[in-house]
């Protein structure tokens, strides 16, 4: 592509979104300078490392952004999409850090500085990750284990009256505990502390996917199963072909509440007995103050959550291209 062709392609942007990137980037300088121009007094010689190195990467990165906005309208959109939320990001971060190293009032350990957070990922990268693939294999495990369950009881729920008036009592009975009251019962039944915390991040999941399936099962049109059943559709077909079709929001919906109960119970799960994962780092944490690794892992359950979820509705937008009264994320 010659540099004619380039120029060609160039797609200036409004007056109105420029000043929106520009502020963006403003807001990104103005933190930077702030946290470099002003010492660091708390605690007594501490000097930041990573903090500004975190700040100046941002710099580049929305710097960078910017630039290819102007040839990709796609990166235009998701960047000035952002702008409001990174100014208010550093007004929050630069307040912060002065409260914690550039003034000391408010204290460790309890107050780490977002240079002491951000740290924790340089100087124990491999434990981090460590405990991340942990907990993010014991929540697909239950997550998976809960699906499944969830699909065949609410499937028996929903199109038997046989199996709904047997099962039906039990997810009224078992389904709205809290998965942390199931815990001494879970150690004591399950052969291994794994399977336990497996077992109790699928029970969270298998109750709203149950509840959410029955129902958008018992509220399909009897016209189409009445069809399919004189067209010479087996049982099997018909649920496969016809129901689950027409029931895709309340399976989406039952998955979206189950990951979001999910992450909730995972903390509790991993304290039967693991040595590894996010919320056995935050117990062991929390024993020995170390308050900085217990923000951090917070930073990694947001983003865990964040990316989960932005898939799953990914996936949602995907199949049910027709909806679009679904949930949105």
């Given at each position: ?37 002003l010492p660091s007094v708390y605690p007594e010689g501490y000097r930041e490392q990573y ?173 189409y199963i009445e069809r399919a059943q004189i067209m010479g559709a ?96």
């Open positions: 592509m010659t540099v004619k062709e380039v120029f060609n392609k160039v797609e200036f942007i409004g007056a109105k979104d420029a000043l929106k990137l520009a502020a963006a980037l403003a807001a990104i300088g103005a933190a930077l300078a702030f946290d470099v121009l903090y500004p190195l975190f700040l100046r990467t941002l710099l580049v990165v929305f710097l960078a952004l910017s630039v290819l906005s102007v040839w990709f309208p796609r990166v235009r959109q998701k960047t000035i999409h952002f702008w409001g939320l990174v100014i208010a990001a550093m007004a929050l971060l630069t307040f912060y850090t002065y409260e914690t190293v550039k003034t000391g009032n408010l204290l460790l350990p309890v107050m780490p500085s977002p240079d002491k957070v951000i740290g924790v990922f340089f100087e124990e990268g491999a434990t981090v990750w460590k405990n991340f693939a942990a907990s993010f294999s014991l929540l697909l495990q239950g997550v998976g284990l809960g699906f499944v369950a969830g699909m065949v009881y609410g499937t028996l729920m929903g199109y038997s009256r046989f199996f709904n008036y047997w099962l039906q009592p039990f997810i009224k009975v078992i389904g709205p505990v809290p998965s942390t009251a199931w815990m001494a019962i879970a150690m004591v039944l399950a052969p291994s502390s794994h399977l336990a915390s497996v077992f109790l991040v699928a029970l969270t999941t298998w109750f709203p996917l149950s509840v959410n399936l029955s129902g958008g099962i018992r509220g399909v049109h009897k016209v087996s049982p099997f077909r018909i649920i496969t072909r016809v129901i689950y079709p027409a029931v895709l929001p309340n399976i989406f919906t039952g998955l979206f509440m189950g990951l979001c109960f999910s992450m909730t119970s995972l903390v509790g799960a991993e304290t039967l007995g693991v040595q590894a994962g996010l919320g056995w780092v935050i117990n062991y944490a929390q024993g020995w103050n170390e308050f900085d690794l217990i923000f951090s892992t917070i930073i990694i359950f947001v983003l865990m959550a964040f990316v989960l979820l932005t898939i799953l509705f990914k996936c949602q937008k995907h199949v049910m291209k027709w909806s679009k009264g679904a949930i949105q994320w």
